[in-house]
């Protein structure tokens, strides 16, 4: 994990793409002592024409409340992202208050694919689009933030064909998840299939020294 560095390759994408919004570990010092680091990859930031929004992890760990649709996307990272790090918990035991929940997002890092921030909707050919001209980037981020476990919220799809070989190896654990504002599937549902895909993985995956207290805390809640 080289969080300097991150910082260097974001500003310095910033000087070739002056409408770029900056994202990465929300609040850098809980990322860097999460356990674990957990990273999602989503589509882009809400709408974003004003110019409101330069850096999403100020937005989000500062301003969340400004932007009254939060929940509908952010909402389903912060309860899965609270569960995953206590352990993988039940979905009883996830919070609905803010302040817990914003809690959760300060201890992950968010990339969004569309750097610049989008519309209301995310068309296949504008986002298959804005993969194969940021792919490159994104996976940067990754190496430098090197998480434990990558949840692509659904955007798997069109960063495996804009970037070959982005989830393999490297000891870490990839989600191919839904997008979290989507309406196939209950709230707990979202967060239970996500969960079971990372306590199953990460039990054949991670051999990380680091982790070892927390595949204890995993194995015991079960």
Request: charged share 25%; glycine share 8%.
């Amino acid at each position: 994990m080289d969080l300097v560095a991150h910082e260097k390759l974001i500003t310095g994408e910033k000087k070739k793409l002056a409408n770029m919004i900056l994202d990465g570990a929300i609040d850098k010092s809980c990322y860097e002592l999460a356990s674990p680091r957990i990273l999602w990859v989503l589509r882009e930031a809400h709408e974003n024409k004003a110019g409101d929004i330069a850096d999403y992890r100020d937005f989000v760990g500062h301003k969340l409340e400004t932007y009254p649709y939060w929940r509908r996307t952010l909402g389903p990272v912060a309860k899965a992202s609270y569960g995953i790090l206590g352990g993988c918990l039940d979905y009883s035991h996830l919070p609905n208050d803010i302040d817990n929940l914003k809690n959760a997002l300060c201890q992950v890092a968010i990339v969004n694919v569309n750097k610049v921030g989008g519309d209301k909707t995310s068309p296949p050919t504008h986002m298959k689009r804005v993969a194969e001209v940021h792919g490159s980037t994104i996976k940067s981020q990754i190496e430098l933030l090197d998480p434990h476990i990558v949840i692509f919220a659904g955007t798997f799809g069109y960063l495996q064909r804009a970037v070959p070989g982005l989830g393999d190896g490297n000891g870490r654990i990839h989600v191919a998840a839904c997008h979290p504002n989507q309406r196939s599937m209950s709230q707990q549902k979202y967060y239970e299939t996500i969960r079971d895909d990372v306590r199953r993985l990460m039990k054949v995956t991670s051999s990380r020294q680091e982790l070892s207290s927390y595949l204890s805390k995993l194995n015991a809640l079960q």
